[in-house]
């Protein structure tokens, strides 16, 4: 099993950065595709973005797609989420799951781990 924590959360004006961490721990961590929701208020939880367990391959959502990256590093068993030119839009708890299986996937239903969240809040 993995067990995920995430951080890096906070409060960010209009059209700053911030870059999210997940620390992952478990005995076959570097098997997993990791994957980044968000919910907000009010709002079903919504992919933002996921990565392969090597991190070669990456799928965005659209609305994030150009502004937010996602990378890995197996070594430290750390998934980040790279959060430029942010919107009120944004605005959200950001979640990271992991999933088992062998193909990547932007459906919540399809994880397998989940962190408890992190805050973002952008300010106009």
């Known amino acids: 099993q993995v067990q995920l924590v995430e951080s890096g959360g906070g409060l960010v004006q209009a059209g700053g950065s911030l870059r999210l961490s997940c620390a992952a721990s478990?005995?076959?961590?570097?098997?997993?595709?990791m994957g980044w929701f968000r919910q907000a208020p009010g709002k079903e939880r919504e992919f933002v973005a996921t990565?392969?367990?090597?991190?070669?391959?990456?799928v965005y959502a659209d609305s994030v797609k150009g502004r937010f990256t996602i990378s890995r590093d197996n070594a430290k068993n750390t998934v980040y989420l790279q959060m430029n030119s942010l919107t009120p839009e944004d605005t959200a708890v950001y979640y990271c799951?992991?999933?088992?299986?062998?193909?990547?996937?932007?459906?919540?239903?399809?994880?397998?781990?989940w962190g408890q969240g992190t805050q973002v809040t952008v300010s106009s």
């Open positions: 799951a992991a999933d088992s299986g062998w193909t990547m996937t932007t459906q919540r239903g399809d994880y397998d781990y």
């Open positions: 478990g005995r076959t961590f570097s098997s997993y595709a």
């Open positions: 990565i392969s367990w090597g991190g070669r391959s990456t």
